[in-house]
């Protein structure tokens, strides 16, 4: 079955991760598909794409929320803290830092959520499942 092109069902996407390894080849996917991407970024960084950012962490309460979301369809989630090792506490603020994206994606009206993890985010230990 081929697969079809994000364009004909992705208007606005929002990526949370752009600069981690699977953000990165996924901002890279999408604008060779020729979809309209913005970027969420933690810190004002330059992003080698021709692409929207946003500056705001998930963490934090004043995440800019609705510039983010405006006019978004698909929000890749993609952020989190990786390749080190959490606390309980940690692992919390990123659930409820999901959880909290989640409900303002489908406050704002996005139609599709896709949230994209790794055995990285819950622990970081030396050797993973692959020998990473």
Known sequence: MPIENPAT????????GGNG????HLLQLLLLQKVAVRALLRK?????????TIVGDLLEKNMPYEAA?????????????AHAQK????????????ITLAIEAQNAGVTRFV?????KAIDASPKDLYGY
């Open 9 to 16: 069902f992705v208007k606005q996407c929002l990526v949370t």
């Open 21 to 24: 390894f699977l953000g990165h």
């Open 44 to 52: 004002p960084q330059v992003i080698n794409f021709p692409i929207e």
């Open 69 to 81: 979301l405006m006019d978004v369809d698909t929000v890749f989630h993609l952020a989190n803290i």
């Open 87 to 98: 606390t309980y506490e940690q692992y919390q603020d990123d659930c409820n830092a999901t």
């Open 115 to 119: 949230y994209v993890s790794s055995t």
